[in-house]
């Protein structure tokens, strides 16, 4: 069985930073790749930022403010949030590619989500 435990997250003001990280534990045979979603009140959940072992991605609303980063002996990512606007409020969720003993393939992984707020 396969835990995502995401840490990090707060209140912050607008201009400040924060660090979220998740931590992937249970069965794990390869990481694929990792991520951030956020969902805003009201608002479809959105790819902010994910990561594989060759490359990066992110949402242009955050692209020279957000850095991701993956410890892969760890099986951690990291999302560094510098520069945060209030738009950038919500529930962060990591999420998780792994392929795994008990199945053998690729399946999709969540965490529980943490709330980030960025005050005016």
């Known amino acids: 069985q396969v835990r995502l435990e995401e840490s990090g997250g707060g209140e912050v003001q607008a201009g400040g930073s924060q660090r979220l990280s998740c931590a992937a534990s249970g069965d794990i045979i390869s990481i694929n790749a990792m991520g951030w979603h956020r969902q805003a009140p009201g608002k479809q959940r959105e790819l902010v930022a994910a990561i594989t072992l060759a490359s990066t991605n992110y949402a242009d609303s955050v692209k020279g403010r957000f850095t991701i980063s993956l410890d892969n002996a760890e099986n951690t990512v990291y999302l560094q949030m510098n520069s945060l606007k209030p738009e950038d409020t919500g529930v962060y969720y990591c999420?998780?590619?792994?392929?795994?003993?008990?199945?053998?393939?690729?399946?999709?992984?969540w965490g529980q989500g943490t709330q980030v707020t960025v005050s005016s």
């Open positions: 999420n998780a590619d792994l392929t795994t003993y008990t199945s053998g393939r690729r399946s999709d992984y």
